[in-house]
């Protein structure tokens, strides 16, 4: 199974929830889901580096880490596709600090210009601090 077919099982998983939510938690790091939304706030980039490095061979990727990011980058607009089109957002937070928006509730002129819709990019500083520790 590729990591995009488990994206789309969990977006199916969401419309489970009728009301309320889920929240997973380890240490400072949360994912949150309701019904609309996912919201993960991320405080340690390396610990979440080191847990996908882990769930990747589970998932059926050989790829070495370098290309497994590449995939993962060139996939984003595939996955915003998906969520604006079944009406929901991922938010994505750094220390509790909005970064971005992918989804149905994502607005950004100058990444619609770059051929991304559906993508939103809040904070650049933290959101080049985030994916530092995640390189």
Known sequence: MDIHSLFRILLNF???IHSG???ISVGEDSFTLTREDVIMDIHDP???RKLMAVISPLMGSE???TEEKKKMINSMKL???DLASQGKTVIIKYRGDEIMRMGAKANSLLMR???M???EIKYKLNTFRMMKGFM
């Open 14 to 16: 969401q419309n489970a």
């Open 21 to 23: 939510s889920v929240t």
């Open 46 to 48: 390396e610990k979440m």
């Open 63 to 65: 790829e070495d880490d």
């Open 79 to 81: 996955y915003a596709e």
């Open 113 to 115: 210009t770059l051929g």
């Open 117 to 119: 819709r559906h993508i």
